[in-house]
């Protein structure tokens, strides 16, 4: 029996939205394209929220009668982004990946080969690197309040790094394309999303692909739920997470589909204290499972 279905949106989005609305300036950019990638665009629907954006398309009767899924590697070439390495380009196809996968084997069996009743394949089409000496300044000054904290200058009294709001300089952004493809190659689900990283909620780190690969998550997330679910994922309730969903992919225990494997797991704990003092990505996301089936082969 396959797991109930739950919203992904936590309380975490709520808290979210009542920052950005406070100051909506401390943002990065949301641009959609259209870059042709999709078999066809003239379906699609806007639909947002306060700092993501996207058109969408489902045939719900399409998604009435699927039961299995597979997922083409999210391609991100060097032509979108030439100031990053293929390895921080490979990481973050693959977060999009590997959320995605979490959230369509909430309903579907996800299969490696491409004999399924659903194709998905996604492309990022566009980015905005982080700043990466803004990122550090904020990362230090909060370091700084934090020892000044612990030394009894009265700026906080909690354990540990204080989060502060990053300096509004250079917010990452991402754009990605993706769809959903029948056995005849017809379009069932679209979505062109694009997500703009925030000075109060997102984590700043010391690297140029660090927002877009939390924004990548955040895209994964949000087209397995459409996929699953038929309903706009910026319009659906919040709730709170299962412990499923937090063994999964925060903890990054197994996956409730062995096939999601070939996207790795998530960091885990590693990932949670690299977090904390801003690491890059790559030094605790071990990226997809290299030999396993349908298993990424690379990133263009």
Same mark, same amino acid.
């Given at each position: 029996m396959r797991p109930r279905l739950e919203h992904r949106r936590t309380l975490s989005t709520l808290a979210a939205c009542l920052a950005l609305s406070a100051a909506v300036a401390?943002? +990065?950019?949301?641009?959609?394209?259209?870059? +042709?990638?999709? #078999?066809?665009? &003239?379906?699609?629907?806007?639909?947002?929220?306060?700092? @993501? @954006?996207?058109?969408?398309?489902?045939?719900?009767?399409?998604?009435?009668?699927?039961? #299995?899924?597979?997922?083409?590697?999210? #391609?991100?070439?060097?032509?979108?982004?030439? +100031?990053?390495?293929?390895?921080? %380009?490979?990481?973050?196809?693959?977060?999009? &990946?590997?959320? *995605?996968?979490?959230? *369509?084997?909430?309903?579907?069996?996800?299969?490696?080969?491409?004999?399924?009743?659903? #194709?998905?394949?996604?492309?990022?089409? %566009?980015?905005?690197?982080?700043?990466?000496?803004?990122?550090?300044?904020?990362?230090?000054? @909060?370091?700084?309040?934090?020892?000044?904290?612990?030394l009894g200058a009265g700026f906080a009294t909690a354990v540990g790094r204080i989060p502060i709001p990053r300096i509004p300089i250079g917010l990452g952004s991402l754009t990605v394309e993706a769809e959903a493809l029948d056995g005849r190659n017809r379009q069932r689900a679209a979505m062109v999303w694009g997500g703009a990283t925030n000075a109060f909620t997102n984590q700043a780190r010391f690297s140029p692909a660090s927002d877009a690969y939390d924004l990548a998550g955040e895209f994964g997330q949000d087209f397995g739920f459409y996929l699953a679910t038929g309903q706009d994922p910026f319009k659906a309730p919040l709730t709170l997470p299962t412990y499923d969903r937090v063994r999964v992919t925060t903890l990054g225990e197994a996956p409730l589909d062995p096939d999601c494997e070939a996207f790795g797991r998530a960091p885990g704990i590693d990932g949670i204290l690299g977090d904390y003092v801003g690491a890059p990505p790559e030094w605790t996301d071990k990226g997809p499972a290299e030999g396993l089936p349908g298993a990424p082969k690379g990133v263009r």
């Open positions: 401390g943002c +990065g950019t949301v641009v959609l394209t259209e870059s +042709g990638i999709l #078999t066809r665009y &003239d379906r699609l629907a806007a639909s947002d929220e306060t700092a @993501s @954006s996207s058109r969408i398309f489902v045939d719900p009767a399409a998604l009435a009668t699927t039961r #299995t899924v597979h997922i083409v590697p999210t #391609t991100f070439t060097e032509a979108v982004a030439p +100031g990053l390495t293929p390895l921080e %380009r490979k990481l973050v196809a693959n977060a999009a &990946d590997r959320a *995605l996968c979490y959230e *369509l084997s909430l309903r579907y069996d996800v299969v490696s080969t491409r004999k399924a009743d659903l #194709t998905i394949r996604s492309a990022v089409t %566009r980015i905005d690197l982080t700043n990466v000496p803004a990122a550090g300044a904020t990362l230090a000054t @909060s370091a700084g309040i934090t020892i000044a904290s612990q």
